[in-house]
Structure formats: C-alpha cells, structure tokens
C-alpha cells in the first residue's frame, strides 16, 4: 500500500476546500436581486411619457415578423388630447 506523505494530503485538502469555498461563492451571488428591475423607466423621460400619454413601445415586428426598434413611434410628437 502506498503511504501519501502528510504535506501532500494538506495539500489535497486545502485545494478541495478552496474548489467548494469558490462553488458556494458563486452559488450565492447568482441569487441576488437585480439593482434595476426591467420594468422600472430607465430615464425621467421615459416617466414622464408613461403618465402623460402612455408609454411608446419599444420594439414593432418588421414586414417579415422580426422585431425592430419602433423609431417612428417614438419619434412622432405627442398630441395634446
């Protein structure tokens, strides 16, 4: 049978408990609540807009149904309705 010296088992052990040490680590840190949630108005424009005359929408689908940023929607001047 062959004997591991005492330094090499330390050493074995001090490495599987930082490999466990860093997988809890980053277990944890995928948990944390986002800083901004997405629904949250990026800008005080965007704020405004959403009270005044209801928020622009953010994508349109194009001729073949991919979506596309929705410039002209977004672009037009509001109406004082």
């Known amino acids: ?7 090499a088992a330390r050493s074995v052990a001090g490495v599987a408990m930082a490999v466990a040490a860093i997988a809890a680590a980053v277990g ?11 629904n949250a108005p990026r800008t005080q424009f965007e704020k405004f807009d959403s009270m005044r005359s ?9 001729i073949f149904g991919r979506p596309q940023p929705a410039l002209r929607a977004r ?3 509001k109406t004082n309705d």
């Open 75 to 77: 672009l037009t001047p």
């Open 28 to 38: 944890l840190v995928g948990c944390a609540k986002p800083l901004f949630p997405e």
């Open 54 to 62: 209801g928020a622009a929408p953010a994508e349109e689908p194009d």
């Open 1 to 7: 049978m062959v004997q591991f010296p005492v330094r």
